[in-house]
């Protein structure tokens, strides 16, 4: 049975363009200045206003994937959230969107991604895999030694 979901609750961690590209910036280079990020665009195709900037930086700090700290005269950001995560995230919620429910329907979503891999990744793949297991495996037996409340 597919779940209904409301427009108001898909994707809530949905990016733009620009905030993805914000956030590649800020991994590039934590602590920049939304004056320094517009030079960056502007110096590539990308015309941007100051004013534009800051409401993209400051949307990415209320989505809670940038921090900002005030230095002198001007704000700096900093991730809140490795690329890895935000990826996690971003695909939970693609997950969510489309999951009827079935785990078999996300787990050949997967293996259809993973085909087009090159043999290294897929090595690399499974042995991501064996190392979840193992951690699995270790916080399973250790809340079976721990004593009960």
Not at 16 to 45: D, R, Y
Not at 77 to 96: E, F, K, P, W
């Amino acid at each position: 049975m597919v779940r209904k979901k409301s427009a108001s609750n898909v994707m809530t961690n949905q990016l733009g363009q620009l905030e993805l590209e914000v956030m590649e910036q800020v991994w590039l280079a934590p602590g920049i200045e939304a004056k320094e990020l517009t030079e960056i665009f502007n110096q590539q195709t990308t015309r941007l206003t100051l004013s534009t900037m800051q409401s993209t930086v400051e949307r990415l700090v209320r989505k809670g994937l940038l921090e900002r700290r005030k230095v002198s005269h001007a704000y700096q950001y900093h991730a809140c959230i490795s690329r890895q995560n935000l990826l996690a995230r971003l695909m939970g919620d693609v997950i969510q969107l489309l999951h009827d429910g079935r785990m078999d329907t996300i787990l050949s979503s997967f293996v259809s991604v993973a085909a087009n891999l090159d043999a290294a990744s897929l090595d690399r793949l499974e042995r991501l895999i064996e190392d979840k297991k193992c951690q699995l495996k270790t916080a399973g037996d250790a809340e079976k030694e721990s004593p009960g409340d």
